[in-house]
């Protein structure tokens, strides 16, 4: 096998940053971080760019296509239509540098069928259909329950990685209360217990303050959204901020958009963007465990492959460069479950690199100029000759 040898300027392990910016890949994998180009080795040399790991995205649904309607458009698919969609979503976040992702929301398990499809995709970590309750958010996807404990066994013998659960309604379901939970206390308990049991984590979508409490009680590993809306405004008392913090409970922040002229977010999203993002800068000072989730697909403003907005919207927030950066890459690795292997330019990890003109620990919208990437050492996008 040859070796494979990229050359930069500087090169981003997902830690740190060093001016040793030669990266030597073998069969997949990391082998080496600087030193000298071995003479035998492919070299791929890429003056002034930097290397760092692929990107990693915590909250994507590639059953959604980010046009104006996309749980019309889904729901007009055909389960053969929706496969060629779905990879066309997958192509897309390949070249804007995501190698992984996390499918927090699929219609009856298609994000499964896709990852054993083959082909060129990132990496997948699947939830399968949303648990929700009966009429709930996203019940149309196929995972509306009143049995929460046989609803998380259905997901863990089909294969599935993480556990969603709708612990609040949510804006693409009409008809549900986003100021609501949508399961009772002992459901979440039972819930996380199961998924535990199973040795799958849980992470919750919930926008309701007493949603965002009752899951965190329940001991979820994660919370998507994180609004902390209240029928009087946004309330995140310190408290609760303070056991997110010691709990190291990963918060998905859901940021990164695709300006629209004329496009603006929805009424009740626009009315309390101010005190949310007033939270989520509080989480970020407390040395919270925040990743970028950008819930890619559902909407125009949030196209696949819009993670490099979001980790610049992390460093308007609070973030720097470099801490953006590690949410975007080995922290994010570690919350989807794959810290071993992802995440990191370090010998043994898989070689899942993105280069990109500039320098993003300093610009972090350096991110938006990928030059190339390659997924487990294969090419995927490759730079102009």
């Known amino acids: 096998m040859t070796f494979i040898a990229l050359r930069a300027e500087r090169l981003f392990d997902g830690l740190t940053c060093t001016n040793d910016a030669v990266l030597l890949i073998e069969d997949g994998r990391v082998v080496r971080v600087g030193g000298p180009v071995p003479p035998d080795a492919e070299l791929l040399d890429l003056p002034g760019a930097t290397l760092l790991p692929g990107l990693v995205d915590t909250h994507i649904h590639l059953a959604f296509d980010a046009s104006t309607d996309p749980v019309g458009a889904l729901a007009a698919r055909d389960p053969d239509a929706e496969q060629e969609a779905m990879a066309e979503a997958a192509a897309a976040q390949l070249r804007a540098g995501v190698t992984t992702v996390r499918d927090l929301g699929d219609r009856d398990y298609s994000a499964l ?11 997948i970590v699947a939830a399968g259909p949303p648990i929700t309750s009966v009429g709930g958010h996203c019940h149309y996807l196929g995972g509306e329950t009143t049995d929460v404990r046989a609803a998380v066994r259905e997901r863990a013998e089909r294969g599935c990685d993480v556990i969603k659960v709708m612990a609040s309604g949510g804006g693409l379901t009409p008809g549900t209360d986003m100021l609501a939970p949508q399961f009772t206390d002992d459901d979440l308990r039972a819930l996380v217990d199961e998924a535990h049991r199973c040795g799958l984590p849980v992470t919750a979508h919930a926008h309701a303050l007493p949603a965002v409490m009752s899951a965190v009680a329940a001991g979820v590993d994660g919370i998507e959204h994180l609004t902390c809306l209240t029928a009087d405004g946004v309330e995140a008392p310190e408290a609760l901020v303070a056991e997110l913090v010691r709990r190291r409970v990963a918060i998905g922040a859901t ?36 990743v970028a989730g950008t819930d890619a697909g559902i909407g125009p403003v949030k196209p696949h492959g819009v993670l490099p907005r979001g980790l610049a919207e992390l460093v308007a ?3 720097t460069p470099l801490d953006a950066l590690r949410a975007g890459t080995s922290t994010a690795a570690g919350v989807v479950g794959l810290g071993t292997r992802k995440g990191r330019l370090a010998p043994g990890f898989d070689a899942d690199v993105l280069a990109v003109e500039g320098d993003p620990t300093v610009d972090v919208a350096a991110l938006l100029r990928p030059l190339a990437v390659l997924r487990e050492g294969r090419p995927v996008l490759e730079p102009a000759r």
């Not at 929805?266 to 465990?289: D, E, M, N, Q, S």
């Open 113 to 123: 069928r896709l990852r054993a499809s083959g082909g060129p995709l990132p990496t």
């Open 255 to 290: 940021v990164g958009l695709v300006p629209i002229p004329g496009m603006m977010p929805p009424p009740h999203v626009l009315k309390h963007l101010p005190a949310i993002l007033g939270t989520l800068r509080r989480l970020i000072a407390g040395g919270a465990v925040v």
């Open 317 to 319: 927030q609070g973030m």
